[in-house]
């Protein structure tokens, strides 16, 4: 190409351009300069924070669930471990057609609608990608055995292996020892985030809640590399989780099925105590329900099923039923009568089956009253109106009793108060005071309320845990022990220290005690004696007795008859019929056993629940005669 | 001194091997330092590959290719490049009109273009050598410096290209396209007031520039700033890079043992942010060993530019290599964080054939200017 002539110097321009090649040079090694700080600066200058970042990049700590602690009764039966079942559950990421895939699945395993609605909820949660989330919990054999022949069209379906509580003996101890519950939204803001980071369960009711932090264990952890998109790639160190305590009940699991045995098919609780130790051997709430459904799911007719039975199965009758004790309560008030000076066990009164407040028409029956004034016990003093369980003697009795000293003396067995260590969803029950009745109320305490409080009955409330101790008091002749479910554990425990045992009754000689036991002896062991002689249990339980029993029956009225009217059990509905008490200890004199038994609308407590509490005191007396019926 | 100097020295049909390879028009210098970072680079990408033995292998195939053009490029008498400079050039315009009439869409932006009879490309692609080739043309034969006519003209030449290519829009390429032919002028010799005046015109225009910036290129200047304003989104990508090559530290992880890169944080880590590989195994050291490879490709290119007889392979030669260089800055400093992200792949290195074979190209036809010396 020929150079253009005008102005065009070669050798100037070429020497320009050197010169402009040489700076832009320049420029260039300035660039490089640049680049060079750079990579000084996050590679030598910033190399830990840098360095720090693509570690926490890579390695995930992933938590470790620890093992539930394990629970023993006394005799070292499990009543609640741990066993493996299979998860199925879903990697979103992974899935696809969500819809499609849950149809898909609905071909090969059984899936509520409760689950899936449940798996909706999750799904939506925040949650580290790719993340299983749980769909259906207990797969079966066959459910696991399809869902392998079907894997290879089912991406993201995950079947995982995980340890989940299991209570052996089912319903049958669901009461006494309580059981856990899926972790709900609201425990995840009480708990403590990190140990409970991996854990399912929860305690939710009895023991497993009391002790749920020694229970639960130390959360461990599994560090993992991962990858951008979650996935691990490897584990690089694992630090194991410790699992819970081991604890062991006082609990006795054969005498719990004997309990539960002999209540049947009534609704009712027995509550059974080992008076030195307080231990609780055996607490049966009846009807029950088999906690293992709440752990593995179950559907929502079933779940509907329980909340709303007119039975009320989930309901703890034994540490939440609130029943008037009705004549249970005479031996408390009797040592009541004689602490306070009221009475003596040489006074004497005339039982014409009824009683009249001085200066007051309202009529007070015994419940041996009858229309033409032929009730009543006769001369009764006050062993007779224990055995005989004289309505009259107590009226009178509580009638002469300053109201505040006698709830006084009263609250020492711990009415109105849960007195139990380690179950503290027990209810306080109901000890009504002057004071009560004009906050709850709004109204004075009457004369009237001394008289029905005497029979156990007006707005007095116990539960049969309550009862059982009182039971346990006696049998102990004073020394008050809280009930207690715990016996032992294989380490120290984290709970903290029970509550130190209260004072022992005040105000009651010795002899006082052993002849308020001798008294209730009578009420099982004295018979053939004729008319209104025997004590009111005898002709139902005392005939064979090989063994010295206490005990004291109770019937306690649901609803108020009116004045002048027979207690009549056909004319009511069945839920308003009385409820059937019976408390008792065994030997008489050396007791091994506490116990009391309670029949919903059962009837009358010597006829109904007395034969409860000898079979349940047979099979802990005598096991092998028992063993070999 | 190269083989070629040593050649120049004697008569002609004396030094066999200097003349052998006079004979078939290539810079032993120039192309022994384009194998090293070629090499370089795939050892580094066989590992950013996570050893995946048939993408590697396609990748050396795609080199070979390259190495190829590079070869044919330079046998080619350099009076045929000043020839076709415009003919090319204007052909690259209406395929870049006809990109933005019945091109491919893809993410949003029309660069591809589906000829019948052609494999799929992108006529920017073509542009990054033509536009410094036709300025270099345009200027060939005019006084030097370029009048301000001149200049304008030059200008006009670099703006068509680049606004096409801007409202595709792919506005890396398109400012390294600019910055190719701007890298011509610069080298005519224009006046550093002029130089001035336009830069501080630039800078007058930049919020201009801003307001017609679509929102993921805002995004990704605002990143540049703050990665962490947006840390899963737009500031990933420059988190995990300058993680990757802060961690690396002195003397890298070692090779294949870069997590950032294995476990898949570092995106794009074969292509654009393969830098970033280089610094997280590899460490500083092997960061500066590269960065001196590219340097010798600039110094040697640039003095072959200085050799060259005519104004046109003086401005040719200079430009490409300045704009090569202008590749491999752009490249570390958006991976490193310096500058936004803009798609531009680590020259040589990256995997990728469209990108070696246009840089091959460009390296053969240096190679043709410097050694046709009877021109």
Do not use: C
């Not at chain 1, 629970?71 to 979103?92: H, K, M, Q, S, W």
Request: charged fraction near 20%.
């Amino acid at each position: 190409m020929a150079e253009s002539a005008h102005l065009k110097d070669s050798e100037a321009e070429r020497r320009r351009f050197t010169t402009r090649s040489i700076a832009l040079f320049m420029a260039a090694l300035v660039g490089i300069f640049v680049l060079l700080a750079r990579m000084i600066q996050l590679q030598v200058v910033d190399y830990q924070k840098y360095s720090t970042r693509s570690d926490e990049n890579r390695i995930q700590m992933q938590p470790l669930a620890p093992p539930r602690g394990l629970i023993f009764d006394r005799n070292g039966e499990l009543v609640a471990d741990n066993r493996p079942v299979f998860i199925l559950e879903l990697v979103a990421e992974q899935v696809g057609d969500l819809d499609r895939v849950l149809a898909d699945l609905k071909v090969l395993v059984e899936i509520s609608d409760r689950d899936t609605d449940a798996f909706r909820k999750r799904i939506a949660r925040p949650r580290r990608p790719f993340e299983p989330v749980p769909l259906k919990y207990v797969l079966t054999d066959a459910e696991i055995a399809r869902l392998a022949i079907n894997r290879f069209r089912l991406p993201g379906v995950v079947v995982e292996a995980q340890l989940v509580r299991h209570y052996p003996y089912g319903e049958l101890l669901a009461h006494a020892v309580g059981s856990v519950r899926r972790v709900s939204e609201e425990d995840l803001q009480r708990l403590d985030p990190v140990q409970y980071s991996a854990t399912q369960f929860i305690g939710k009711l009895g023991v497993e809640r009391f002790y749920e932090r020694s229970l639960h264990g130390e959360v461990g952890y599994r560090h993992v590399e991962i990858d951008a998109r979650g996935r691990v790639r490897s584990v690089l160190a694992v630090q194991p989780a410790i699992a819970g305590h081991n604890i062991t009940l006082h609990l006795d699991a054969n005498l719990q099925r004997a309990a539960d045995h002999a209540l049947g098919e009534r609704r009712g609780a027995v509550v059974a105590i080992e008076p030195q130790t307080g231990g609780i051997l055996a607490m049966v709430s009846r009807p029950g329900y088999d906690p293992n459904q709440f752990v593995t799911g179950m559907s929502a007719d079933d779940y509907r099923q329980l909340t709303t039975a007119r039975e009320k199965p989930l309901f703890n009758r034994a540490l939440n039923g609130r029943y008037a004790p009705g004549s249970t309560f005479k031996p408390v008030v009797a040592l009541a009568g004689l602490a306070l000076g009221a009475t003596t066990w040489e006074r004497t009164i005339v039982d014409n089956g009824s009683f009249r407040l001085p200066g007051q028409g309202r009529l007070y029956r015994d419940w041996s009253w009858t229309r033409g004034g032929g009730g009543g016990q006769g001369i009764v003093d006050l062993r007779r109106a224990i055995y005989r369980s004289s309505n009259t003697y107590f009226y009178e009795l509580a009638s002469r009793m300053p109201i505040d000293d006698f709830t006084t003396f009263v609250a020492q067995f711990g009415y109105g108060q849960n007195l139990a260590i380690d179950l503290i969803d027990a209810s306080p029950g109901l000890l009504p005071t002057p004071v009560w009745k004009r906050g709850a109320r709004g109204e004075p305490w009457y004369p009237g309320d001394n008289v029905n409080l005497g029979i156990g009955q007006g707005d007095l409330l116990a539960t049969p845990l309550q009862l059982a101790t009182v039971a346990s008091i006696i049998a102990n002749r004073g020394k008050v022990v809280r009930p207690r479910m715990l016996k032992s554990s294989d380490r120290e425990l984290l709970e903290t220290d029970p509550p130190p045992a209260p004072a022992a009754i005040q105000g009651v000689t010795p002899d006082d005690w052993e002849r308020l036991v001798d008294a209730m002896e009578d009420v099982v062991h004295r018979g053939n004696l004729g008319y209104r002689q025997s004590g009111t249990a005898w002709a139902y339980i005392g005939q064979n007795a090989p063994y010295r029993i206490a005990g004291k029956s109770g019937t306690a009225q649901v609803v108020g008859i009116a004045q002048g009217e027979l207690y009549d059990e056909k004319l009511l509905d069945e839920y308003q019929r009385k409820h059937a008490w019976f408390m008792a200890f065994a030997p008489a004199d050396a007791p091994r056993i506490a116990l009391v038994v309670l029949v919903e609308n059962g009837g009358g407590g010597s006829a109904v629940a007395a034969p409860v509490a000898r079979e349940v005191l047979d099979a802990y007396l005598l096991p092998q005669a028992v063993a070999s019926r | 001194m190269t083989n070629y100097d040593f050649v120049r020295s004697l008569p002609t049909g004396q030094g066999l091997r200097g003349r052998r390879l006079t004979r078939i028009h290539l810079d032993p210098l120039l192309l022994a330092v384009l194998l090293a970072i070629m090499g370089f680079g795939l050892v580094v990408l066989y590992s950013a590959l996570d050893r995946n033995v048939s993408v590697f292998t396609g990748q050396v195939l795609r080199l070979l290719a390259a190495l190829t053009v590079l070869v044919v490029a330079a046998q080619l008498d350099p009076r045929i490049y000043l020839r076709w400079s415009p003919f090319v050039y204007v052909a690259g315009i209406v395929l870049l009109v006809l990109v933005l009439v019945m091109g491919d869409t893809a993410k949003g932006a029309k660069r591809w273009l589906d000829l019948p009879g052609l494999p799929r490309f992108q006529p920017s692609e073509i542009m990054k050598i033509s536009v410094p080739l036709a300025v270099a043309w345009y200027l060939n034969d005019r006084a030097l410096p370029p009048s301000l006519k001149d200049l304008m003209v030059s200008l006009a030449i670099i703006g068509v290209p680049t606004g096409l290519i801007a409202i595709q829009p792919d506005l890396g390429t398109s400012i390294l396209i600019a910055g190719a032919g701007l890298a011509v002028v610069a080298l005519s010799g224009v006046y550093w007031r002029w130089i001035a005046v336009a830069v501080v015109a630039a800078m007058a225009a930049a919020p201009l520039l801003w307001m017609n910036m679509r929102d993921y290129q805002k995004e990704r200047v605002l990143t540049l700033f703050d990665a962490e304003r947006d840390p899963l989104g737009s500031g990933w990508n420059i988190i995990q890079s300058t993680t990757a090559i802060g961690s690396g530290g002195v003397f890298g992880k070692g090779l294949f043992q870069g997590t950032q890169s294995h476990l898949d944080f570092l995106p794009e880590s074969q292509t654009d942010f393969i830098i970033a590989v280089v610094a997280e195994e590899l460490g500083l050291v092997g960061v500066v060993f590269l960065l001196l490879l590219y340097l010798v490709v600039l110094a040697r290119a640039l003095y072959m530019a200085t050799e060259a007889r005519h104004t046109f392979g003086r401005l040719v030669v200079g430009a490409l290599a300045l704009t090569f260089f202008v590749y491999v800055f752009v490249n570390i400093a958006m991976v490193s964080g310096l500058l936004p992200v803009v798609g531009v792949p680590l020259p040589l290195v990256s995997y990728g054939g469209t990108a070696a074979i246009t840089l091959m190209a460009s390296f053969g036809i240096m190679m043709s200017i410097h050694t046709h010396r009877g021109w």
